[in-house]
């Protein structure tokens, strides 16, 4: 079995750190190690970690220059080089993974699985499959592509030479998944990791969101007007996007 080790970060948010590590204590298996990497939270997370050493391998508290600078904080944790990483952040929650699936990437570099996708904890949510067509291309780089961190297996080894990018906004996820994706072997499945809520600013902040793909985009040296070329709805929806509500999305994400 291979080893992988799960990073949590997270920042004055207690209830959904509370979810996450309810889910840990679940669901974690023999082969998965466990961390938290807080951001010096004010409220009473260092008092919750403190309580689920049980289950927590480690922990790290203080301040950071945001969401991917903490996540490049795994670095800091003395995890074996072929240990394998996945973040799954305050918030979102783990599944019982399926074993004999998870094997099969010990032979890959990284590995892409499905995520369930909620919008509250009543929901039942929908697996959504990854899927991405390469090359990445101006063609292929936005239609038709799904992937996700919290369904995103990198090894300790090629992440600690990569890590995120922190110039490039709130989709510096996306850039290290392209270009691992691209650059190394791996593995896709359609069985989901865990429970992935549509509450964060990715998808919430839809201005942040398409600027960040834009800097992503020029980041892989596409040309722009070709991306425009090749993709002009999800333009105009970058567009439009910002002025509706989130209530208008969750609604078309409850039925679509």
Request: charged content about 20%; aromatic content about 16%; glycine content about 4%.
């Amino acid at each position: 079995m291979v080893n992988v080790s799960i990073i949590t970060i997270t920042y004055n948010a207690y209830d959904a750190l509370l979810r996450t590590i309810q889910s840990i204590r679940n669901n974690k298996k023999i082969y998965q190690s466990y961390y938290i990497i807080d951001g010096g939270s004010s409220d009473h997370t260092l008092s919750l970690i403190k309580e689920n050493l049980d289950i927590i391998d480690d922990y790290i508290s203080e301040p950071d220059l945001g969401i991917y600078d903490a996540m490049n904080k795994a670095t800091h944790f003395n995890i074996p080089n072929d240990d394998y990483l996945i973040w799954i952040n305050s918030g979102d929650e783990l599944l019982n993974w399926n074993d004999n699936e998870i094997k099969q990437i010990k032979d890959f570099d990284c590995a892409f699985f499905a995520v369930n996708t909620k919008i509250n904890p009543s929901d039942k949510g929908k697996v959504i499959p990854p899927y991405f067509t390469l090359p990445f291309c101006e063609k292929n780089f936005i239609s038709k592509l799904q992937m996700w961190h919290q369904g995103y297996f990198i090894k300790y080894s090629i992440f600690n030479s990569i890590k995120y990018n922190l110039n490039v906004g709130i989709q510096a996820d996306r850039l290290l998944m392209y270009y691992t994706a691209k650059t190394y072997n791996y593995y896709l499945s359609s069985s989901p990791t865990a429970n992935y809520y549509l509450d964060g600013i990715s998808s919430t902040n839809h201005k942040l969101y398409h600027q960040s793909m834009i800097l992503v985009a020029k980041k892989l040296n596409l040309n722009m007007c070709k991306l425009v070329f090749y993709n002009p709805s999800y333009f105009i929806k970058a567009i439009i996007k910002p002025y509706l509500p989130i209530s208008f999305f969750n609604f078309i994400r409850k039925y679509k």
